[in-house]
């Protein structure tokens, strides 16, 4: 009885993961975007993540391709902020940047 209950803990586990590898092989490069956004809002201050919301600097022009591409496929965007959207609140949170 406990082997099959652990062999469906892990089972579930390894479902609940699925998702997010799924958006990984679909996606690769979006994979590699998310990680540099999530990193960037780790290794951010509170006063730095302020201060770049405060100012309204003109986006890269490769941010600004990105940010297109995900406004134009609801399929990759989903997957990428199902893969950034925790981390980041998670972040303002912390930081009071979120109400």
């Known amino acids: ?11 579930a586990s390894l479902l ?16 590699k975007v998310a990680q540099k956004v999530i990193q960037k809002y780790q290794s951010s201050s509170c006063e730095q993540l302020a201060q770049d919301r405060a100012e309204k600097k003109p986006k890269p022009e490769a941010e600004q391709k990105v940010v297109e591409l995900l406004r134009t496929d609801a399929q990759m965007r989903q997957a990428f902020l199902s893969r950034v959207a925790a981390p980041i609140a998670d972040k303002l949170l912390e930081c009071g940047l979120i109400p």
Do not use: K, T
């Not at 406990?2 to 089972?11: E, F, K, N, P, Q």
């Not at 609940?16 to 994979?31: K, N, R, S, T």
């Open 16 to 31: 609940g993961l699925a998702p997010g590898i799924a958006d990984a092989q679909q996606f690769p490069i979006l994979e």
């Open 1 to 11: 009885m406990a082997r099959s209950i652990r062999i469906a803990l892990v089972g």
